[in-house]
């Protein structure tokens, strides 16, 4: 059974640091894309990067780079999301998905397995 749980999550004051955490079962990293998106509150969903099969991060705001950076551990098979330089606008619910095959992809349609979502607050 596949499953996705993210943690990690809280509440921190704006330049601060937080990484996340997304254990995973039921599938092989080695095979699959594992991507972050986050929602604010009235906001579409919206994608962050992708990890590929690879392990390499694939951005989709091009402004996240080098604030924010995911890494694979296959042999713990978790996938994490380190967040530094933390402002306001990074307050939301962040969620890790499972890709459909081994593309990565922006389009939440693209992503067949969610977890459940942690909450970030920055705030001073």
Request: aromatic letters at 12%; one cysteine or more.
């Given at each position: 059974?596949?499953r996705?749980v993210?943690?990690?999550?809280g509440?921190?004051?704006p330049?601060?640091s937080?990484?996340?955490?997304c ?9 699959y894309?594992?991507?972050w998106?986050?929602?604010s ?7 962050l990067?992708?990890?590929d099969r690879?392990g390499?991060?694939?951005y989709?705001?091009d ?5 924010f ?8 098979s978790m996938v ?7 402002g306001?606008?990074?307050?939301a619910?962040y969620y ?10 922006s389009?939440?349609t ?9 909450q ?5």
């Amino acid at each position: 059974q596949v499953r996705l749980v993210e943690f990690g999550g809280g509440s921190v004051q704006p330049g601060e640091s937080l990484k996340l955490s997304c254990s995973t079962s039921g599938f092989d990293l080695h095979y699959y894309g594992v991507a972050w998106f986050r929602q604010s509150p009235g906001q579409e969903r919206e994608a962050l990067l992708c990890l590929d099969r690879v392990g390499d991060n694939i951005y989709y705001i091009d402004s996240l780079k080098g604030r924010f950076d995911g890494t694979k551990n296959r042999a713990k098979s978790m996938v994490s999301l380190q967040m530094d330089n933390l402002g306001p606008d990074d307050t939301a619910i962040y969620y890790c998905a499972k890709t459909v095959d081994t593309t990565c992809s922006s389009s939440s349609t693209d992503y067949d397995y969610w977890g459940q979502g942690t909450q970030v607050t920055v705030s001073a």
